[in-house]
């Protein structure tokens, strides 16, 4: 497993308590965009991509900074193997809205569920997805597979 986290900071924290958990041979957390990262990734090499509350911007003039757009996701869909999944967590409603029609309109991508799931199918839950749960904040959840060529 491989983790990615822009601030250096929390992605040294992670990784560890990552390592000091034993896991440290089996998962990683590395400081880096995932937009610069993503395409130095070999294809079908991931059975799952999660994306946790990649929108920390909520201004126009840093839309420059988002995760998802569509120049990243392509590289997602390359690096999946076929069937492989790709989750989306957002508690911003107008990126959650954005994040949805631009998955749509990839092919290859097929909604798991219609419309934004309630709960998390995955056991583990980001400090985000903590907290905006403790705080009553709606998650909208966005869940795909990747069809096979």
């Known amino acids: 497993m491989l983790g990615l986290e822009i601030r250096r900071k929390w992605a040294t924290i992670v990784d560890n308590r990552v390592r000091e958990r034993g896991l440290g041979s089996r998962a990683r957390v590395l400081a880096e965009d995932a937009r610069a990262a993503f395409?130095?990734?070999?294809?079908?090499?991931?059975?799952?991509?999660?994306?946790?509350?990649?929108?920390?911007?909520?201004?126009?003039?840093?839309?420059?900074r988002l995760v998802i757009t569509n120049d990243l996701l392509p590289q997602l869909c390359r690096v999946l193997v076929p069937g492989g999944a790709l989750f989306i967590?957002?508690?911003?409603?107008?990126?959650?809205?954005?994040?949805?029609?631009?998955?749509?309109?990839?092919?290859?991508?097929?909604?798991?569920?219609?419309?934004?799931?309630?709960?998390?199918?995955?056991?583990?839950?980001?400090?985000?997805?903590?907290?905006?749960?403790?705080?009553?904040?709606?998650?909208?959840?966005?869940?795909?597979?990747?069809?096979?060529?």
């Open 39 to 64: 395409p130095r990734f070999p294809d079908a090499c991931a059975r799952a991509v999660f994306v946790h509350f990649p929108d920390p911007w909520w201004k126009k003039r840093h839309a420059k």
């Open 89 to 149: 967590q957002t508690d911003v409603a107008e990126r959650a809205a954005e994040y949805a029609a631009l998955v749509e309109s990839e092919p290859r991508l097929v909604p798991q569920h219609a419309g934004f799931e309630a709960e998390n199918p995955f056991n583990a839950r980001s400090p985000r997805e903590h907290r905006a749960i403790a705080d009553g904040l709606p998650i909208y959840r966005l869940h795909y597979r990747l069809t096979a060529p």
